[in-house]
């Protein structure tokens, strides 16, 4: 009895694992691989109220417009791209940045958004600042973003090429559209 028991356990959970659907969804004709971490409890765009100002009022983005907003920012077209998780880190007093890794046509970009935290409404309110750093020789190590305001970009050291993007500007509905 305790065979059989085993037995049907192992074949439900082969069939669990076989039939998996893949993690990918489609954003403006780019296929999106996501990771099963990347939609956890404790995702930075659940556990955090993450969203911008627009004519006055707050609006809250999950993370797959937030990853839209991404793709836009960087224009990228056509591509596969496959985010990494999220993070959300304190550069200073009431600044925070959002930042990520993500891979497209063999390149590796580390990618941060500054995000300017208001107690009073318990939100975090996306800056115009967004940094990126682009390299498809440093997959491992250099060629980091970081940021420390929305006019500020900088990126890591690399053994290789490494190209920074530094963009500042408002943000609006669009930039989470497909």
């Known amino acids: 009895m305790l065979k059989k028991t085993c037995m049907i356990f192992l074949i439900a959970g082969f069939s669990f694992a076989c039939s998996k659907d893949s993690p990918q969804q489609q954003l403006a004709g780019k296929t999106v691989n996501t990771t099963a971490q990347s939609v956890k409890k404790n995702s930075v765009f659940i556990t955090n109220k993450v969203g911008y100002i627009y004519e006055e009022s707050f609006t809250r983005v999950n993370e797959s417009e937030f990853q839209t907003f991404i793709i836009n920012q960087l224009e990228i077209q056509n591509e596969t791209v496959t985010f990494e998780d999220f993070t959300l880190t304190n550069v200073s007093g009431n600044t925070y940045a959002v930042k990520t890794k993500l891979l497209y046509n063999g390149t590796h970009t580390s990618f941060n958004h500054i995000l300017n935290y208001d107690d009073t409404e318990d939100h975090y309110a996306m800056g115009g600042g967004s940094c990126s750093c ?24 690399c053994s290789g090429d490494c190209t920074k993007t530094h963009t500042i500007g408002s943000i609006a509905p669009p930039m989470f559209e497909e």
């Open 134 to 157: 682009t390299s498809s020789d440093c997959s491992q190590s250099g060629c980091e973003a970081s940021s420390s305001s929305a006019s500020d970009c900088s990126c890591s050291s």
